[in-house]
């Protein structure tokens, strides 16, 4: 299957930093991306769509000042969590579809461990 | 809000024997399901999906079935084994657009 990348895996930050988690698709173009935020032993939730040269869409309650994201390419997107505070510490998947659209299959990030200190 | 669930959040077998997992959703204008496998610290890995055009289908040792008429879904795993240890999500795509994720088995597979 196809292979999504994120960097950095782990990170660990002060409160009040901001930090960018980078998600890339290595051998397929994705015109869309997502981004998700799981809490322990919790289910996936969807914080925003991207799409490659749009804004983004984000759901409701996802504060789009304080969670950046941009996809800048059609392989890359990155969400930056801008002055980071100890509730954002949570475990950050993304996901890319490819240019089939919505019948394409959506293929996940291992995601990035945020810990706000 | 449109949501999908699952009947067991703990599912425990024995290595060989065949598991399953259910899942009922409410949203009956899903057209899409797909069935994902999560190790611990990992992302979300596809298993198998189904379109809403079908029944059944079948992969490498896992067989989904859908059934509209009640909302359910289930995944079947043949033969099971200890890597196939993991939280098992379902989840659906109402008009083809947004993954509406389940709340999660965790499946525990003992040797």
Redesign the interface.
Known sequence: ?AV?S?HPSRVICKSGTSVKIECRSLDFQATTM?WYRQFPK?????MA?SNEGSKATYEQGVEKDKFLINHASLTLSTLTVTSAHPEDSS?Y?C?ARGLAG??D???????T?LTVL | GESVGLHLPTLSVQEGDNSIINCAYSNSASDYFIWYKQESGKGPQFIIDIRSNMDKRQGQRVTVLLNKTVKHLSLQIAATQPGDSAVYFCAEIPGFQKLVFGTGTRLLVSP
């Open positions: 299957g999504v994120q997502f919790q289910s996936l939730m969807l769509t475990f998947i996901s919505p019948t299959t959506q293929y996940f990030g291992p995601g461990r």
